[in-house]
């Protein structure tokens, strides 16, 4: 239908130009809005993306590539279908945006007028929050030319002398040709996990116990290309540092042939008063059992989890699978029977998002939440390591994972060890694929 209106008004114009000049689309009057507000957060020096569009001369070589790109959906990268609950971070062009880029594009990118450019963004150089506190690591990371490197594990001191409430987060890397992604984790007084770690010193190999509920590590602040600062403030929440934790920096890095450096930092915002609700990040419903038979072009991989507060409620999602995975679906299945996808959408490996609701979604005791994840381990999977092995869950990217993070808030008195219960598919021992939907019966 859309691209009957297209080719219709194009048409149109295409006639009306023998009569009289008709008012088309320049860079300056429709083009430069849309870029502003739909991509340049990426598109600009020193950001993600491999060039900038701040500007006419940076974009006027680029608008063949930008019409396809935005035509075949590829940009913005968005991947959530639409389901009945809305995004607050929605990254989705309107039709007629795509229908002005398509038409700019065609008649030859013309600039237009200057007195119809919009002021330019102002992106405050380095942070995009005003951190109240910076914590960087103590020491540089001394990468290797070459090679696979393991992910990194460096317990960092806190030195917080009383408890602390965060609104908003950020993670920046030292040297953003290295770090693929990274996490910095809030390490509680009495938390098992990375114990016996020095301050400073990098360890591998510590992925297991940073998700033991009981534990309470938290993550206060995430990077991956593109994702930018974090907010924890909605309906009045913040995160959760209690007096005497230490941080742990989690980091991911790609060697890139010659031997560098990286000193990431984490920037935080506190909150202005004491919140009445806390927000916390769970690695959710997660497949820790979960087997994909070699070959399989679309194995099927069902993780679940049981709400254990009263008043948690959900908003923010984002799934985590490795170069295998295809979708992934969250869907909660409430007490009362009654079942809603609440997220769902195509997973692509070098896109990890991340899914903030518009609006807290309530998921009262006992209410079930579901992941739902498809793989590809045939040889049609460009991105595919093996196809001929039977891959298991794992750190590498050789293994696979199906997880998703989800942030939730709850009243500040509440225990966020109470939060979740590993549940029905979760719990099955692995067998020789999945766990799949028909395991949602086990209970
Ligand atoms: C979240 C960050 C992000 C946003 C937002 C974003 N881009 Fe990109 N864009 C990238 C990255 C990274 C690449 C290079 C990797 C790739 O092609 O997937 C890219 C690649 C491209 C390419 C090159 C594609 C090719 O075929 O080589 C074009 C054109 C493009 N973007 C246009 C846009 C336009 C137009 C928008 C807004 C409507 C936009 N992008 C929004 C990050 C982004």
Redesign the pocket.
Known sequence: MSALRLSLSVCLSGIAVLAAPIPSVTFNKDILP??QK??Q???RPGE???MS?LTYTDSRP?AK??K???VNR????WFAEPVANHFANE?V?SESDIAKIASWADNGAPEGDAKDKPAPLVFPDGWQLKPDIVVEMPADFQLPATGTINYQFIRVKGNFDRDLWVTSAEMRPGNSAVLHHGKVWIVPPGSKWMADAEYGVPYEGRETGRNEAGDGNDILGKFN??LGAQDFSIGGAAKFVPKGSDLVFELHYTAIGKATTDRSKLGIVLAKNPPKQRYFLSAGPTASNLVIPPGDGNAEVVSEVTVGLDDAKLVYAQPHMHLRGKDFELRVIYPTGESQTVFKGKFDF?WQLGYDFAKPLPLPKGTRVIGISHFDNSANNAFNPDPAKEVRWGPQNWDEMSNCFIGLIFDVKDDAAQLFRRSGPSLLAPGRSGPTLAALETR
């Open positions: 849309i870029l739909n991509c957060t990426c598109h993600v993306a491999p569009l680029w590539a930008i396809t790109a935005v590829k940009m913005p990268p990254r062009l290309p593109g070098n």
